[in-house]
């Protein structure tokens, strides 16, 4: 059974840090593409930052230069360092892991963390 399990969400003030992990088992995450997405209240599901299995980032321009997708696969678990946080930033986060198993690409999702960037 394949499990997504993140954590380092919370609240933190304007132009702090936060640095979410996301934990896979049941899978090696290292054959597949783990992105991190987020969704704030009334808005839909938008792709933060994902990182490829040959080890290639892609990061959205809202958060370009602050925000930073890591992995280490020894550990099966792939990071997202927040910086320079925003109100704006604020929503729920969730690892998404995206893998060819079984002859079709799946989706595999996390519960999601929220995080809250407020004074």
């Known amino acids: 059974q394949v499990q997504l399990v993140e954590s380092g969400g919370g609240l933190v003030q304007p132009g702090g840090s936060l640095r979410l992990s996301c934990a896979a088992s049941?899978?090696?995450?290292?054959?597949?593409?783990m992105a991190w997405y987020r969704q704030s209240l009334g808005n839909e599901r938008e792709l933060v930052a994902r990182?490829?299995?040959?080890?290639?980032?892609n990061i959205a321009d809202s958060v370009k230069g602050r925000f930073t997708i890591s992995s280490d696969n020894a550990k099966n678990t792939v990071y997202l360092q927040m910086n320079s946080l925003k109100p704006e930033d604020t929503a729920v986060y969730y690892c998404?892991?995206?893998?060819?198993?079984?002859?079709?690409?799946?989706?595999?999702w996390g519960q999601g963390t929220q995080v809250t960037v407020s004074s």
């Open positions: 049941g899978i090696t995450f290292s054959n597949g593409n």
């Open positions: 990182i490829l299995s040959s080890g290639d980032t």
């Open positions: 998404n892991l995206h893998i060819f198993v079984r002859g079709r690409w799946t989706d595999y």
